[in-house]
């Protein structure tokens, strides 16, 4: 390699790898800032990049600034570990439900394939977020033996739709300051009530609606915590589980973290392979248990779906 294109890679190199610490660092100071929070999605990147990059400049240049690179990168995969080596709880019994959630883009998932996947996946309880009028009366659902409810709000050009097999009690709430949509429904695990949140809140790209997402969690909190059975959350949180927002929820209401002993599960961008993140979650009390979690097949939105499998803990 010659002196100049050598030099070129090493500054290359430590701009990256610069960059790379200092968002591995800012993303522990979401509280204070969106952006950072932002930046704590991405720990799955920072770790492995960090770590490539840190090998690359040992390799070609020295040890030093390699290891403080390489050391970031552990920090985040540190950050990542519960994701693969936490083990859910054993179930009691056999009974389950399975819930899928799928955020369809605004209608941009194609119905057909859509219906035709939820048929095969024997789901229990469908929610469809960014579902729109349109895209719903083009869903011929008792085909495959679905009901519908189809709640989208006036103000809104999309909302949450629910596809059931059995009868359940469907309850439209408006949370957060922006009043955004979420649906409450009651149904049983064999002979045990639940309540079933699904969530949508939108995306924190700017401070103001970073404080939407965040007012709409805040209420949430209060109405799981004065559930007096055991309660689901899922939806698109539009946070990954190391955003300072998610790490509040869960701790205000104690829920547990699904995706636990089930690996990444990154769930959008679609199109963009390398900067997929988890952001479609199911959170439980820990009266459950979750027996089996997939990450479902492009449909043409660009969030992928997500299948649970719920169950009794002992």
């Known amino acids: 390699m010659g002196s100049g294109l050598r030099t070129f890679a090493g500054l290359g190199l430590l701009t990256a790898g610069f960059l790379g610490t200092l968002a591995t660092i800012l993303a522990f100071f979401g509280s204070t800032s969106w952006f950072f929070d932002l930046l704590a999605n991405f720990r799955f990147q920072l770790a492995l990049g960090l770590i490539v990059i840190g090998a690359l400049y040992l390799i070609g240049f020295g040890r030093a600034v390699a290891f403080i690179f390489i050391a970031m990168g552990v920090v985040n995969a540190f950050l990542i570990a519960p994701l693969y080596l936490d083990d859910p709880a054993p179930a009691v019994g056999d009974e389950s439900i399975r819930i899928v959630s799928f955020n369809v883009g605004a209608g941009r998932a194609d119905t057909t394939e859509l219906l035709t996947w939820v048929g095969e996946s024997e789901a229990d309880l469908v ?39 059995d009868a359940a009690n469907v309850e439209q709430l408006r949370l957060g300051v922006t009043r955004d949509p979420v649906m409450r429904v009651e149904t049983t695990i064999g002979d045990q009530p639940i309540a079933v949140y699904a969530v949508h809140p939108r995306p924190p790209d700017s401070e103001a609606k970073s404080e939407a997402r965040d007012s709409l969690f805040a209420e949430l909190a209060d109405l799981v915590m004065r559930e007096a059975v055991p309660v689901i959350v899922i939806g698109d949180f539009n946070a990954s589980p190391w955003s300072y927002a998610f790490r509040e929820f869960t701790a205000d209401t104690e829920l547990l973290n699904s995706q636990n002993g089930y690996g990444l599960s990154a769930t959008w961008p679609t199109g963009f392979p390398v900067t997929l993140v988890p952001l479609d979650h199911m959170l439980h009390s820990d009266g459950l248990t979750t027996v089996d979690r997939q990450v479902g097949p492009d449909l043409g939105s660009d969030h992928l779906p997500l299948t649970v499998d719920v169950s009794l803990a002992q």
Do not use: C, Q
């Not at 929610?127 to 009901?147: C, K, N, Q, R």
């Open 127 to 165: 929610f469809l977020l960014e579902s729109t009028e349109d895209y719903v009366s083009a869903m011929p659902t008792a085909d495959i033996g679905y009901s519908i409810s189809n709640e989208i709000p006036e103000d809104r050009h999309y909302g949450i739709s629910v596809l059931g097999r």
